[in-house]
C-alpha cells in the first residue's frame, strides 16, 4: 500500500521534471523580426534584403503577425515541436504554423540574433530575419 501511495506522489514529479527539461531545449522566438536574406534552394542564389524593406514577422508566446510593407499579409497561431529533419537527420525545431501539420516541414534556428527558417527538403529555399525587437 505504502509502495503505491509512493509511486502516486513521485511520477508525476518525474514527470514534471522531464517537462521542464524539454521547456528548457526548445527555442524562443518571440520578438519582431525582418528579412534579410532568401537562399533559393536549387541554385543556391541570395537575395539580399536591406534594413527596413517592411518584410516582418512578430512572434508571440503563441501567435505570429506577417507583414510586407506595413500590410498585415497573414495571422494565425503556431507551435515549435521537437523533430528529426530528413536531410540532416538531426533533431531540430519544426514550427508549424496554424496547426497545419501536413504542410511543408520548416524548420527554425537562432543564431547571432539571427531567425533562420529552411524547408526540410534537398532543394528546400531558406530564408534569414534580422531581430529588431527580440524578447528571447
Known amino acids: 500500500m505504502k509502495t503505491k501511495i509512493l509511486v502516486l506522489f513521485i511520477l508525476p514529479l518525474l514527470i514534471a521534471c522531464k517537462k521542464k527539461e524539454m521547456e528548457k531545449d526548445m527555442i524562443s522566438i518571440v520578438g519582431k523580426w525582418e528579412l534579410r536574406t532568401v537562399i533559393n534552394g536549387l541554385t543556391g542564389q541570395k537575395t539580399d ?3 527596413g524593406n517592411g518584410n516582418i514577422i512578430v512572434f508571440t508566446k503563441s501567435n505570429y503577425q506577417n507583414y510586407s510593407g506595413q500590410k498585415l ?7 515549435i515541436v521537437k523533430e528529426i529533419s530528413a536531410i540532416t537527420n538531426v533533431m531540430g525545431n519544426r514550427i508549424i504554423y496554424d496547426d497545419e501539420t501536413d504542410a511543408v516541414r520548416l524548420f527554425i534556428d537562432t543564431h547571432d540574433g539571427n531567425l533562420n527558417l529552411n524547408i526540410d527538403a534537398i532543394d528546400g529555399s531558406g530564408t534569414i530575419y534580422k531581430g529588431i525587437e527580440n524578447n528571447n
Not at 73 to 79: A, E, F, L
Open 49 to 51: 534584403y536591406p534594413n
Open 73 to 79: 499579409i497573414k495571422s494565425g497561431t503556431y507551435k
